[in-house]
C-alpha cells in the first residue's frame, strides 16, 4: 500500500526517440525508463535493453555508464569510439558531476550532509551490496533534504564516486531507505512505492569533441 499523500507514479513509458534529451553525431542523451536494463542481461527474459533499442534508432551508438534496472533517468550514449573513450575517461577521472532524487521513508535529522564508506558485493545474499569497512571499496554520496513530510522526504543525491547500487546502500545505511527498492529497506519502504523511486535528474560533462561542457537535466517523474 502507498504511503499517504504521495504523488503518483506518472512515469511514460514511450519508445525511446520519444525520450531524446539531446542528440549530435558524438553522442545522444536520453531519458531512461525505470524497469529497462541498460545491456542485455542473462536469461531469455532479460535480452530487451537500453542499448539494443538505442541502435536500432542510432546503429552506432555505445554505453558509457550504466543505471540500475529500475533506476529511471539521464543516461549518455557515445556515437563512435573516440567520443567513448573521451567519456570513460571523464567518468573514471570523476570529472562527471551527477545529481538524483529520490523518495525516501522518514527524513534525515539533519538537512545536508556526506555519506563516506565501503562497499562490497555481499556474496552470501545477491545482487545485493552491503558496507564493509575493510572488504569494501570506497563510496562518497553527498545528500540534501528537498521536501519532508511525516512519513517520507524527497533528496537530492550527488555521487561522487561510480559504486555499484551505492545510492540504495546509502541510504539504507542512513536508516532511510528508498521507497519502492525491492533489494534493500524495510517491509514498509519496499512495499510505499509501486517502483524504484530513484531518478538522475541532471547530468554534466565536457562535450567529447568540443571540449565545452554540457549540462542536461530532467525531473522526476514521481
Known sequence: ????????????????QSRLLYEDKF??????????LCQPGLGKGNQDSLIQQAQDLWIDTLIVHRLDRDTSGIIVLARDR???????????????????????????????GAIV???RK?????PRYCVDSIRGREASTDWRVVTSQQRYARMELEPLTGRSHQLRVH?????????GDPLYGTDESQKAFPRLALHATAISLDHPHTRQRMQWTCSEPF
Do not use: W
Not at 9 to 15: G, Y
Not at 28 to 33: A, E, R, T
Open 1 to 16: 500500500m502507498l504511503l499517504s499523500n504521495l504523488p503518483a507514479c506518472s512515469e511514460n513509458t514511450l519508445d525511446l
Open 27 to 36: 553522442l545522444v542523451v536520453l531519458n531512461k525508463p525505470s524497469g529497462l
Open 82 to 112: 573516440d567520443a567513448h573513450r573521451c567519456l570513460s575517461r571523464q567518468f573514471q577521472e570523476r570529472k562527471v558531476k551527477k545529481t538524483y532524487r529520490a523518495l525516501v521513508l522518514g527524513t534525515p535529522v539533519e538537512s545536508r
Open 117 to 119: 564508506t565501503r562497499i
Open 122 to 126: 555481499a556474496m552470501h545474499v545477491p
Open 171 to 179: 541510504m539504507n545505511y542512513l536508516g532511510n531507505p528508498i521507497l
